[in-house]
């Protein structure tokens, strides 16, 4: 992955040299260079701020350095890598993140999305901002997509300690950055609820035991243990990260009727507007079906619906074919994702399973990396046999007899 940064203190981003990131520098798996603003201005005191139009406190930051600093940026990566190579991989423009906290949340999942990127280039504003013509010169003269992000609801003096904070949050995802890749899986923030406590050697230290059953050697109750701890963490300390409760009588899990199907028909839409997004690709059956196939399956498929409070919030549905369980149309309305809900319908219709199925199987887009992640971390693995849809990965579980 290749990442430029621009900033008017090159120096606040030595940190990158150090640890895992500097490591995964010299491997080579990430090619980092932090470019100067001020080596991009022409007057005798480098001036990057001017008074702002309107009148109101403080500076702003001027078109000129930034507009010359990202074209120097798309300039030395096409005389780096040659225009050529750089149009045969695709990779001709960097997707351009200005940290500021008027932006859109930074989040682990877009961590993951940036992660994806072979090519991210951060512009780090000081003072009040910078002039609105540089964001319109880049998306319109350089054709980048640029990103706004911020890291919370608070103001830092200015982007390169949020630039610090995502560059490690994105790169430490590159494959081969972190060694062991397993302790990706199991953190906070990857499946929706706070990490357990942890305890290493030793056993007794000033008075205080590990809790026994850590040293029980019973994995399961281990796991049980791990995961209460996380929802009274989770409770404790970000209680708007709880899973939607299933089972209190809060969410209502049934099967889909003749009187669901319009709703449900607009909960696909909007769902699978998402998988078209990330799979470049509208032709996705989910998404051009018509509301007369949508009713049709009911008769051919096992389809549930989940409602909280009246309201459609997901759905799943199953169709058996001989020893396997085809599980398929999992959806959880696009604001109540990564609570939890998708789980519960997964975990749902896998229990609908009768004992002669020997194979659960599914399949999701090939580009659609939260779902494969999710289905990844629900024991799915991908078929030795695909379907062979192109676009398409098959995933499946084996049960045990
Ligand atoms: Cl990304 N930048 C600045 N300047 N302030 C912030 C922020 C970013 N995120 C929260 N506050």
Known sequence: ???????????????????????ARED?????????????????????DDTPYGGGAGMEMKAQPWTEALDHVL???????????????????????????????????LAHDLAAEPWLAFACGRYEGIDERVYEHALDDLGLRVSVVSLGDYVLNGGEVAVLAMVEAVARLVPGVVGNAESLVEESHEDGLLEYPIYTKPREWEGREVPPVLLSGNHAAI?????????????????????????????????????????????????????AVANRTL??????????????????????????????????RTEERGS????????????????????????HAEGTAVSGI????????????????????????????????????????????
Not at 1 to 17: H, N, T
Not at 87 to 108: C, D, K, M, T, Y
Not at 386 to 394: A, L, Q, W, Y
């Open 358 to 401: 020997r194979t659960l199987s599914l399949m999701t887009g090939a580009g659609s990396a939260d779902n494969l992640r999710f289905y990844k971390k629900a024991g799915y693995r991908p078929a030795r046999v695909p379907s062979g849809v192109p676009g398409v990965v098959d995933l499946v579980k084996r049960r045990r007899a």
């Open 28 to 48: 080579g798996l990430l090619d980092l260079a932090v470019h100067d603003l001020r080596d991009f201005t022409h007057d005798r005191h480098r001036t990057v």
């Open 324 to 347: 396997e369980l085809f599980i398929g149309r999992l959806c959880v309305a696009p604001d109540l994702q990564g609570r939890g809900l998708g789980r519960m319908l997964l975990e």
């Open 1 to 23: 992955m290749r990442i430029d940064v621009v900033s008017i203190f090159p120096d606040y981003l030595a940190p990158l040299d150090l640890s895992l990131i500097g490591k």
């Open 75 to 109: 300039a030395t990566r096409r005389a780096a890598a040659g225009a050529a190579a750089d149009e045969a991989s695709g990779v001709e423009r960097p997707h351009l993140i200005v940290p500021g906290p008027g932006g859109v949340p930074f989040s682990q999942s």
């Open 283 to 316: 032709a996705i059956p989910a998404l051009t079906e018509g509301i007369d196939t949508l009713r049709a399956s009911l008769d051919t498929t096992r389809t549930w619906v989940a409602r909280r409070g009246g309201r459609l919030i997901g759905s799943v």
């Open 223 to 275: 796991a049980r243990w791990r995961h209460e701890q996380r929802l009274a963490r989770t409770a404790a300390r970000r209680p708007d990260l709880l899973p939607v409760s299933h089972g209190d009588g809060e969410i209502e899990l049934r099967l889909a009727t003749a009187g669901d199907v319009p709703e449900l028909f607009t909960l696909v839409r909007a769902c699978w507007v998402q998988e």
